[in-house]
Antibody, heavy 122, light 108 residues
Framework: QLQLQESGPGLVKPSETLSLTCTVS??????????WGWVRQPPGKGLEWIGS???????SYSPSLKSRVTISVDTSKNQFSLKLRSVTAADTAMYYC??????????????WGQGALVTVSS | SYELTQPPSVSVSPGQTARITCSGD??????AYWYQQKSGQAPVLVIY???ERPSGIPERFSGSSSGTMATLTISGAQVEDEADYYC???????????FGGGTKLTVL
């Protein structure tokens, strides 16, 4: 059974860089059938796609966050990572990683990690 | 940018049918997906490709799509179905992957 687990600092100062890692277990991140994505959810609000990566390093980012986001993959560790630069209080959110099935017309996230709460505050 | 529009809330009594809608201009060409998120938990996929149900999801959950509107139907809603429900899809060029604003389902 595939499982994903987010890890990283729970508190980041304004203007600094938010960094999170997602560790995948029970399956290979190098599978050609899947992408790997990040989704966030501010407290009390809805879900927002941040970006996705394929095992070969090719990426796709939300246009609204593209200027501040970098997603990378480490196949040797079965991990992928998120970096969000120049954070503000508006970036305070639960950050989820998820496997993305992306084939022809099919595009969805499942399963998801349990989430990591990141607070931006001085 | 692209938007998917959902009603903020839906309320039904136990055993009734709950219907949650999601409207988007690209839905005639793109599949809709539905997620259930219970309080304090990660989202769970309950419907994929408009109407397909993942293994382990109760049969009372079904989905449909017509024109610019997709619908999640919970037939005989139960108290444990209380949750926020989000639709998900992409715009016609796949540049924007978006979730609807979410619908809070109350069953009481």
């Amino acid at each position: 059974q595939l499982q994903l687990q987010e890890s990283g600092p729970g508190l980041v100062k304004p203007s600094e860089t938010l960094s999170l890692t997602c560790t995948v277990s029970g399956g290979s991140i190098s599978s050609s059938n899947y992408y790997w994505g990040w989704v966030r959810q501010p407290p009390g609000k809805g879900l927002e796609w941040i970006g996705s990566i394929f095992y070969d390093g090719s990426t796709s980012y939300s246009p609204s966050l593209k200027s501040r986001v970098t997603i990378s993959v480490d196949t040797s560790k079965n991990q992928f990572s998120l970096k969000l630069r120049s954070v503000t209080a508006a970036d305070t959110a639960m950050y989820y990683c998820a496997r993305q099935t992306l084939l022809a017309r099919t595009d969805y996230f499942d399963p998801w990690g349990q989430g990591a709460l990141v607070t931006v505050s001085s | 940018s692209y938007e998917l529009t959902q009603p903020p809330s839906v309320s039904v009594s136990p055993g009734q049918t709950a219907r949650i809608t999601c409207s988007g201009d690209a839905l005639p060409k793109k599949f809709a997906y539905w997620y259930q998120q219970k309080s304090g938990q990660a989202p769970v996929l309950v419907i994929y490709e408009d109407s397909e149900r993942p293994s382990g999801i109760p049969e009372r959950f079904s989905g449909s799509s017509s024109g610019t509107m997709a619908t999640l139907t919970i037939s005989g809603a139960q108290v444990e179905d209380e949750a926020d429900y989000y639709c998900y899809s992409t715009d016609s060029s796949d540049n924007h992957r978006v979730f609807g604003g979410g619908t809070k389902l109350t069953v009481l």
